[in-house]
């Protein structure tokens, strides 16, 4: 699945940030789908936030307008190129997301956008897991990612677009129920918000006590 579009989108920035703002339509435009998980967020601003997988630094820009102590974590020496130049105000970290390199308890704060869909699903619980550890106590959690669409009309671009830039991770995400599984790693549910006809998700968790 996925076609040499995914590699390219990858390789050059005009490409990635092309398909970005066009996935972006369906909510009224990249600056909007951005600033989605600030809608409620009242998180101090000298809070220590994580922007996980950062990729390009697209929410790490967001996030150094909003907060003092921002630090990007991608696995990717090339995304992390690409975001020091981009959003050279965070700190950045190389390293993959389910064994991060920090001590427990670090963060207030920590956000993934559109990045979630690209773990196998054991990956997906053992980051979860991570973020538990990493965040302080009742720490948020945010989550921006595909979600399986509830109106029909959205199928047909949803579908289109995962088969020419994703893989079967993707297709994956769309029939995990990320609720429950935060719920078993000890998050308590905030919020869970969807756009774009129900194919875009926006989650917020606060991290609870673990279950034994």
């Known amino acids: ?11 050059y920035q005009w490409l990635y940030d092309t398909v ?49 102590d921002v ?30 390199p920090f001590g427990d308890r670090q963060f207030d704060l920590v956000l993934t956008s559109t990045a979630m ?27 921006v990612d595909f979600h399986k669409p509830t109106n029909p009309l959205y199928w047909l671009p949803v579908s289109t677009f995962l088969w020419l830039f ?3 991770t993707a297709w994956q995400l769309l029939e995990t129920n990320l609720v429950a ?5 000890g998050f308590a549910l905030e919020y869970h918000r969807f756009y774009a006809g129900g194919s875009l998700q926006v989650l917020q968790v606060k991290k609870g006590t673990k279950p034994l």
Not at 30 to 45: A, C, H, I, K, S
Not at 120 to 141: C, H, N, W, Y
Not at 181 to 185: G, H, I, K, N
């Open 1 to 11: 699945m996925a076609t040499i579009l995914r590699d390219w989108s990858y390789r």
């Open 20 to 68: 970005s703002a066009l996935a972006a339509l369906s909510v009224v435009g990249e600056g909007r789908f951005r600033q989605l998980f600030l809608r409620d967020l009242t998180v101090n601003p000298t809070a220590k936030v994580l922007d996980l997988c950062c990729g390009s630094g697209q929410a790490t820009e967001v996030l150094v307008k909003h907060f003092q």
């Open 71 to 100: 630090t990007g974590l991608d696995a990717s020496p090339f995304a992390i190129a690409r975001s020091r130049q981009n959003v050279p105000a965070a700190t950045y970290v190389e390293a993959f997301a389910e064994a991060m």
């Open 117 to 143: 869909h690209e773990m196998e699903p054991q990956q997906l619980r053992q980051i979860i897991q991570e973020v538990f550890r990493v965040l302080k106590p009742d720490g948020r959690f945010i989550i």
């Open 166 to 168: 994703e893989t079967e």
């Open 181 to 185: 599984v935060l719920s078993e790693a």
